[in-house]
């Protein structure tokens, strides 16, 4: 049986139309009607998260694993805002996330009534789409009802928020079936033949062309650059700049002196990372690496070539260079192991060191909320996706983003195939590489966020089983174990590090590709 309230009803059957199949429902008694039907409905499978924050991110990483829109539904008041860290990833990686949220009657906002606020436009720019339903009572605000809900879910490259109005009494569950509503369909415009063929025409022809993928992956690129110095002769004159985020800045810097960037995006957003962009083509990114790299093959250009020759010198550094144990040993151990399960894996890494080191060492796609760079919801996100697929899921983070994000672990949903890296420490190691920073008195108590905490308690706590690693001879021997073991709960790895010797080490590397 479903809730008496209509705008609920209507909503969930329309979230199936669309094809929202999975929501992350947190706690609450005025959004309960709501996590009613939705637990309710026999074509929507539901995960309780009691984290507001964390529930967002793992939302985003369901949205990440399926590829297809998922819901997220919290109570009123302030529960809404805590999704807005997840809520602006979503935006910047163009991810599907419903945002649904339980509200007070409009005659109740700012009245001193209990969880009231303005929640119709809270989450601001990083929706593309704010609706606020009516309660319906006759045939025009339930066509209204149904005409706010379609708009949302149509949109198919951004978060929307859809907000519920519901009047007391709300606990009344009374009526069969869902109704049958009207569904809105949108064919999207994609690239046509005749624009690829000019798009990849344009390419080949060009002098210096530069093909730029952006995450999940783009190794290599940063040391190149390195490589390069001054060499003008690298610089490209036509950039075809295709995928998500660049994590290198010194990459970013390099590539604003070409003469032209073309950006190729699913959403025809003008994108200017390089500041040099004179075209936006909007369409399947994929499709046209495919057809640049067949054409590539059938005809090498000298340029790419160029580049390919540098690219190879990176790569075969990166295999050559054996770290002493550190951080960037823990990586590179991990990742020479886990090529033999990355077909069957999936691998996220968080922010800050974590992603910059599997930008040297991983020869994979990875995942890593980009969109914003927030440390916030890493750990969230994968365990999210790790909920929606039956592979593994490895998630790659340091100790701030783990401590901060420790939520993620406290909840029912999670299974042995979710498995934790932790590279602890002891303080935020991405600051101790900023230049100048170290003559300031606050840099190791109020920037590094300086600490001395393990992760062991946390793991009991959340019935997650613990190893930990404290030397190269241990590491290399846990380091299988996290891989290998059977589990029906997740498995966690801490390994402790010098942070003094992990910025030797990383600084060292840069040294010795120089030689």
Known sequence: MYSN?????????????????????????????????????????????????????YALGMSQCLQEPVAVCVTS??????????????????????????????????????????????????????????????????????????????????????????SEPFFDFCVATLPEERKIELLPADISNQTLSHVCRMFVQSKRPLLIAGQPMNPGYDEAVCLIGDDESYVPDHVLYIGGSIVSKRLKRFLRKAKETWVVNATGEVTDTFMNLTRVI??????????????????????????????AKVRAHAAAYQPVYSEMATVKCFESQITIHSSLSTIHYANSTAIRLANIFAQHSVYCNRGVNGIDGS???????????????????????????????WNQNLRGNFRILLLNNGKGGIFNLLKGLEQSP??????AAEHHTSAEGICQQNNVKYLKAANMEELQQVISTLLNMESSRPVLLEVFTDPAEDERVFKDYYKTLKI
């Open 442 to 447: 606050a840099h190791d108590q109020f920037v």
């Open 282 to 311: 909007q369409g399947d990114a994929a499709v046209v690496e495919d057809q640049i790299r067949f054409l590539l093959e059938q005809q090498p250009h000298p340029f790419v070539q160029k580049w390919e020759t540098l690219l």
């Open 77 to 166: 008041g302030t529960a809404l805002l805590n999704l807005a860290p997840a809520v602006a990833e979503a935006y910047y990686q163009h991810a599907r996330l419903v945002v649904i949220s339980a509200d007070r009657p409009l005659a109740w906002i700012d009245q001193q009534d209990g969880q009231t606020l303005p929640q119709s436009d809270a989450l601001g720019r990083f929706v593309r789409k704010a609706v606020s339903l009516p309660e319906p009572h006759d045939d025009e605000s339930r066509w209204y009802c149904n005409r706010l809900i379609n708009e949302a879910l149509l949109e198919k490259h951004a978060p929307v928020h859809i907000n519920v109005p519901i």
């Open 379 to 409: 750990l969230s996100t994968a365990a999210g996706f790790s909920c929606v697929t039956d592979d593994s899921v490895f998630c790659v983070i340091g100790d701030l983003s783990f401590f901060y994000d420790q939520n993620a672990l």
């Open 5 to 57: 309230k209509e705008s609920v009803n209507i909503l969930t059957s329309l979230l199936v139309a669309h094809g929202v199949h999975h929501a992350v429902c947190c706690p609450g008694s005025r959004n309960a009607p709501i996590v009613h039907n939705l637990t309710e409905c026999p074509d929507i499978m539901c995960y309780p998260i009691t984290d507001e924050r964390s529930a967002g991110f």
